[in-house]
Every structure is written in structure tokens, then in C-alpha cells.
């Protein structure tokens, strides 16, 4: 992980992150599904309790789709142009690089 030591739990079961996004999306699992087409289920079914997943080939990121993974690489190592000197973050956009180096690495000069 990027900064280890990070944790974050969910209030609903047992199951800890290391990201807020990933601990986000784990959250949506506990909302009751009710799709609108039948072939929504499925993908649904597929996505959420078969625990199908698409692996990256660059880092530990799991998906549940293919569509996901795709957007995945795209965003997180495919347009990567900006990366952390002081740990191992890396941005596809100039202002989340300052907006990161902001909140982690910024000291209070008193």
C-alpha cells in the first residue's frame, strides 16, 4: 500500500482498507440491489457474489469487471505523469499531486 499503517474499517462488518475509495465501494455491498433488466442481475450476481475478479498486472488491484480494471489501468498507471518525491504516490493530474503533497507531506510552520 501506499501508506501503510492507514487503515479504514467498516462500521458494518469486519472489513478494513487501506483506502477510503476502496472502503466506499466495499460499503455499497451492504445496500440491497434491485435492478430494473434482467440481464442486470446477472452482472450484478457476477460482480458481487461469484467473486469474479480481474487482477492488474502492474499493482494488487482487484476488479470485478473487466470494464473496471480497463478504467483502473487507464487511470492509475496508462496517464501516470506525476509522481511523489517523498513516497510512492503517483497522479495522472498536476493539481492532485499538489492536493497530495498538501494533506501527506505539508508541515505547520508556526
Known amino acids: ?11 458494518q462488518c469486519e ?3 487501506t483506502g477510503q475509495g476502496d472502503l466506499n465501494k466495499h460499503k455499497q455491498s451492504h445496500q440491497v440491489y434491485q435492478a ?16 469474479i475478479k480481474y487482477s492488474c498486472n502492474q499493482c494488487e488491484y ?6 473496471n480494471l480497463k478504467n ?17 504516490y503517483q497522479a495522472t493530474q498536476r493539481s492532485s ?7 501527506k507531506h505539508s508541515r505547520l510552520k508556526l
Not at 62 to 67: D, E, K, R, V
Not at 74 to 88: A, E, I, L, P, W
Request: aromatic share 4%.
Open 97 to 103: 499531486l499538489k492536493k497530495h503533497n498538501q494533506v
Open 15 to 17: 472489513y478494513q482498507s
Open 62 to 67: 482487484l476488479a470485478t469487471t473487466n470494464g
Open 1 to 11: 500500500t501506499k501508506h501503510e499503517g492507514i487503515v479504514y474499517p467498516c462500521n
Open 72 to 88: 483502473h489501468k487507464h487511470s492509475m498507471h496508462d496517464g501516470v505523469k506525476y509522481s511523489c518525491k517523498q513516497c510512492d
Open 36 to 51: 430494473t433488466e434482467k440481464e442486470h442481475i446477472k452482472t450484478h450476481k457476477d460482480s458481487s457474489h461469484e467473486a
